[in-house]
């Protein structure tokens, strides 16, 4: 088993390792390595340096900080604001536990807060989108390409980062659906036009 003087700063490194060795998005290993960071701090700043330091106790400590810690403005961080740190760690503890690092997963009995859930403020009427279709001007290489970009967003609900890889090739006229490739999960899919066609 290795050494239970494993320091944090370690620990969490190599699980960051793993998680890239394991073909894990870059942006999500930057997000739980922002994640991770800030509970270090934390727990360094209470003389829990080391992985024999993660104990049950100290994790709820945690979570009690992150809801009672107000930020700048005074409002209490978001109950989506403290999944988003709190995702990390229980994965970080249990992959420590799976890796031998740690005899028992002391995340195992935390209850994550639920995310709220709330409608759109604010939805555009078809006239609305026709406006906002029609601001790029058509006369140019660049208006043609930013209305495309406006027509293929809303007409699919495609990500920005998936519609900046897209090629033409991706793109069936006749069908009317667009091939999504390495999207979510690193998932190919296709994504049906709402009207059936698309741009140009």
Not at 111 to 123: G, T, V
Not at 171 to 186: A, L, S, W, Y
Request: glycine share 6%.
């Amino acid at each position: 088993m290795p050494p239970e003087n494993l320091t944090l700063e370690t620990a969490i490194a190599r699980h960051l390792a793993w998680l890239r060795a394991h073909n894990y998005a870059e942006a999500t290993i930057a997000t739980r390595a922002w994640s991770l960071g800030l509970f270090r701090t934390w727990a360094e700043e209470r003389s829990a340096a080391e992985v024999a330091d993660l104990t049950p106790e100290l994790v709820e400590r945690y979570q009690r900080h992150l809801s009672q810690h107000p930020k700048a403005d005074g409002w209490p961080l978001a109950f989506r604001t403290q999944r988003t740190r709190l995702v990390p760690l229980r994965t970080l503890c249990r992959w420590l536990k799976r890796e031998g690092y740690l005899a028992a997963n002391p995340a195992e009995d935390i209850i994550m807060p639920r995310s709220e859930q709330h409608l759109p403020k604010n939805i555009f009427t078809p006239g609305e989108v026709e406006t906002v279709l029609a601001v790029p001007g058509l006369e140019t290489p660049t208006g043609l390409r930013d209305r495309a970009i406006l027509e293929t967003l809303y007409s699919t609900g495609v990500r920005r980062t998936e519609l900046s890889k897209l090629d033409l090739a991706d793109i069936d006229h006749e069908r009317g659906v667009v091939t999504v490739r390495q999207g979510k999960g690193k998932k190919d899919r296709v994504v049906p036009s709402e009207n059936g066609r698309f741009f140009g």
